[in-house]
């Protein structure tokens, strides 16, 4: 059984900082993608940024410059720094992690999500 665990989420600032991580446990092989996505009131659930095993990354436009996405491979743990954040950057976060290999099943799983709410 895989699960994802965020962390990390609250209240900041506008202009402010935060830091999200997620945890994957199980008896995990490895994982290919992982990623962060957002849905924020009213709104479709939407990619922010995204990385591979080997580390290639991917952003939203509307996050490019802001937002860095890392993970580490050995703690099957990925995070998402949030710098400079705005007030649209208000959302429920989720994680994903895309094809996961496990001692008995491959498949995709999310996260339960983690709201941050950026204030004036």
């Known amino acids: 059984q895989v699960q994802l665990v965020e962390s990390g989420g609250g209240l900041v600032q506008a202009g402010g900082s935060l830091r999200l991580s997620c945890a994957a446990s199980g008896s995990i092989f490895s994982i290919n993608a992982m990623s962060w996505y957002r849905q924020a009131p009213g709104k479709q659930r939407e990619l922010v940024a995204a990385i591979t095993s080997g580390g290639s990354t991917n952003y939203a436009d509307s996050v490019k410059g802001r937002f860095t996405i890392s993970r580490d491979n050995a703690k099957n743990t990925v995070y998402l720094q949030m710098n400079s954040l705005k007030l649209e950057d208000t959302a429920v976060y989720y994680c994903?992690?895309?094809?996961?290999?496990?001692?008995?099943?491959?498949?995709?799983?999310w996260g339960q999500g983690t709201q941050v709410t950026v204030s004036s």
């Open positions: 994903a992690a895309f094809e996961v290999v496990t001692s008995t099943s491959w498949g995709d799983y």
